[in-house]
């Protein structure tokens, strides 16, 4: 190292500091100055223990007072950098999101990157979920990302340009598997279709020794033009006496990409998931669970867990593995699972990055009108009530039903109809409970009044359980309803009240049973039965059903047989082909 004129070296050692500086020295007395803290460096017994050496910045200060060093003490200790902005590659969980000029302060003697909220919002990070941020105000910055997020950190690589943040999974806005961007869907090409069922049905009267043959055309046709679809159901059904065609329904529709719903003009039906469904004139608003990613449909539970690194995590039913990924360290959550067998534990294990296994169950199962966590599901329909009989009354209404996924495995849902002389409120829950299967309940109170100025009032209430035997391939289901008393009526039967069809026979308690078995590639065998009871009668309906279902090179058919008790006493069965022998279906596009 060359030293200016006049200037030499001189170091000084203490028991804690050694300081090395150029200081202008006569040549005579430069070894006596280096000397002295020599000594006193071997006489000090913890020099070797404590001393650290130091550059000091005045040594590059010459005889100009007016000229100024650099500011070094950053570079005293290995890795020490100079703050400020560094056009960087930005990682986040691994995954490189692109370059950003990101400004970095001293903070302990490491470079902290300087972040807003508005970073992390377009890094993925899911801000709203943590209150801390909502402190900051806007454009405010802050350099510990840890005292936000918890488990949350960040590194920087001044020899890369390489900032890496390392954000919990379940504080990032993951997009579920099979997620397509809204921007990308299409209308598709124009075309049109017609589908055709055809059912054929022998019917004996045991009480009158006479039988009958029934058959029966549905034909579900329509038409695809831009957005718009146009859509139309109409039947015949002939015997030996009379053939008569009808036409049931004619409806326009196209999608609300924006809510992910189905927009309806014309006759159709209300869902009948909270109220029973029924056919109307009007406009119908509802969710439409095709614009969801297929990991978004149905009802699967959100895993919940932890981990202590990157780990990889799988999940397990029924001994298959059914999803894995890998989490960066913190909480995580997994809520993009698809829709497997309705019931039937899932077995969640957690590999850290040094070996380490832990697991866990999650139990699963679930009733049909189940959400996933955070999910919600609506309808709206308005129009004009049509019942199809001349002498019903046909008032306007109102109906609305809402559904929402709750934590911890609960669907809460509810609905109101509203019409002039008829209100109705329904609120339920339902939940799974693993293998034991779901179950689900509801209450409906409904207010009715007559054109005679009558008033009835009444609630009725619903259960339902569903269990599913994977191993055997069996499902079961159980509902039952019971009407508090004589003074409820569904929307239809309030309808019908002081009407030329005479007295409304309203509901009393009804109970329905269902069983179906896999056969594998055979088709299925399906078993269901239900019972009914009125307020105004003492006798009972009862149907017991009991069908086979199959396909075969896209031709659906099926044959099944029917024991029907009604409560005039009569019975009727119909062996052979009361349920559809087959139906087929073309489509058939009028341009490319």
């Known amino acids: 190292m060359s030293l200016p004129d006049g200037a030499s070296m001189k170091r000084i050692t203490t028991a804690r500091v050694r300081e090395y500086a150029l200081l202008p020295v006569t040549a005579g007395r430069a070894v006596a100055l280096a000397t002295v803290p020599t000594m006193m460096f071997c006489l000090s017994p913890l020099s070797r223990a404590l001393a650290d050496d130091y550059f000091d910045p005045a040594a590059l200060e010459f ?34 999101l ?5 400004t970095f302060v001293d903070d302990g003697g490491q470079l902290r990157p300087v972040l807003t909220p508005g970073q992390l919002a377009e890094y993925g990070v899911n801000v709203s979920a943590f209150p801390a941020f909502q402190a900051l105000h806007e454009g405010e910055t802050f350099t510990r990302i840890e005292k936000f997020i918890p488990d949350a950190s960040s590194r ?8 890496t943040l390392s954000i919990p999974q379940a504080a990032m806005n993951v997009q579920s598997r099979g997620y397509v961007d809204p921007s990308r869907w299409d209308d598709g090409v124009p075309a049109a279709f017609v589908d055709y069922y055809f059912s054929g049905a022998q019917i004996k009267n045991a009480d009158e020794g006479e039988s009958s043959r029934s058959n029966y055309l549905n034909l579900r046709s329509g038409l695809n033009l831009g957005a718009w679809r146009l859509r139309n159901i109409s039947s015949m059904q002939y015997d030996q006496q009379r053939r008569h065609w009808d036409t049931q329904s004619t409806w326009l529709q196209r999608d609300v990409r924006s809510l992910k719903s189905l927009l309806r003009i014309g006759d159709t039906y209300t869902t009948g998931d909270v109220f029973d469904s029924i056919q109307f004139r009007g406009v119908q608003l509802m969710s439409d669970d095709e614009m969801l990613p297929d990991s978004q449909r149905g009802f699967a ?4 867990g932890v981990a202590h690194s990157n780990a990889k995590v799988t999940v397990s039913q029924h001994g298959y593995v059914i999803y894995e990924t890998f989490v960066s360290p913190g909480a995580f959550a997994i809520s993009d699972l698809y829709p497997t067998s309705q019931s039937g534990d899932l077995e969640v294990k957690v590999t850290e990055s040094n070996g380490a296994v832990r697991t866990f169950t999650q139990p699963y199962s679930a009733v049909p009108y189940m959400l996933r966590e955070g999910r919600g599901k609506f309808s709206l329909s308005a129009g004009r009530y049509h019942s199809g009989g001349e002498s019903v009354r046909s008032p306007e209404f109102l109906q609305g039903t809402l559904f929402y996924g709750l934590t911890a495995g609960f669907t809460l849902y509810g609905g109101t109809q509203l019409a002039r002389d008829y209100q109705a409120w329904a609120l339920g829950l339902g939940r799974g409970f693993g293998e034991f299967g779901s179950l689900g309940g509801d209450v409906t109170q409904a207010v009715t009044r007559t054109p005679s100025g009558k008033r009835y009032t009444g609630h009725s209430l619903r259960a339902q359980y569903q269990k599913n035997f994977v191993s055997s391939g069996t499902a079961f289901s159980l509902a039952s309803y019971r009407y508090s008393s004589s003074g409820y009526y569904d929307f239809a039967e309030a309808s019908a009240l002081e009407s030329a069809q005479g007295q409304v026979d309203n509901r009393r308690r009804r109970e329905e049973l269902s069983v179906s078995q896999s056969l594998g590639g055979l088709g299925s065998l399906a078993v269901s039965a239900w019972s009914q009871e009125y307020w105004h009668r003492q006798s009972r309906d009862e149907t017991v059903h009991l069908g086979f279902y199959s396909a ?5 058919w099926g044959v099944g047989y029917y024991y029907t008790r009604t409560s005039g006493q009569q019975k009727m069965t119909a062996p052979g082909h009361s349920i559809s022998i087959f139906r087929w279906g073309v489509r058939c596009p009028t341009a490319r």
Do not use: C, M
């Open 156 to 163: 920087f690589s001044f020899a890369n340009q390489r900032l």
């Open 63 to 96: 005889a100009d007072p007016q000229q100024q060093t650099s500011d070094l003490h950053y570079f005293a200790k290995p890795g020490g950098q100079q703050p400020g902005t560094y056009p960087v590659t930005v990682v986040v969980n691994d995954q490189e």
């Open 98 to 102: 692109g370059q950003a000029d990101i």
């Open 552 to 556: 075969w090179k896209g031709i659906s």
């Open 301 to 304: 539970p959100t895993i919940r």
